[in-house]
């Protein structure tokens, strides 16, 4: 592998490093909006949970994909 698939794996990592943390705010989110909140706020919590939870998952397929159909040939 070379310096382009070292780049491409670093990228990946963040990515998916990324994706985690907007999982992990997003469950937060969503058990606080479920349990303690009430209300309008209750509604926000939720709404913004699953945004961020549908984003988490949106950037793991991305580095999933970019993983799986990346050319591998050499230039």
Do not use: H, W
């Not at 907007?22 to 706020?41: M, Y």
């Not at 950037?59 to 050319?71: H, K, L, S």
């Amino acid at each position: 592998m070379g310096a382009g698939g070292q780049g491409r794996s670093t990228v990946r990592r963040k990515r998916l490093l990324l994706a985690g943390l907007l999982a992990v705010v997003g469950l937060i989110l969503l058990l606080l909006g479920l349990t303690v909140a009430n209300g309008a706020v209750a509604g926000v919590e939720v709404v913004l949970a699953l945004l961020l939870l549908i984003g988490s998952y949106a950037i793991q397929y991305a580095a999933r994909r970019d993983t799986v159909y990346r050319d591998e040939r050499p230039r």
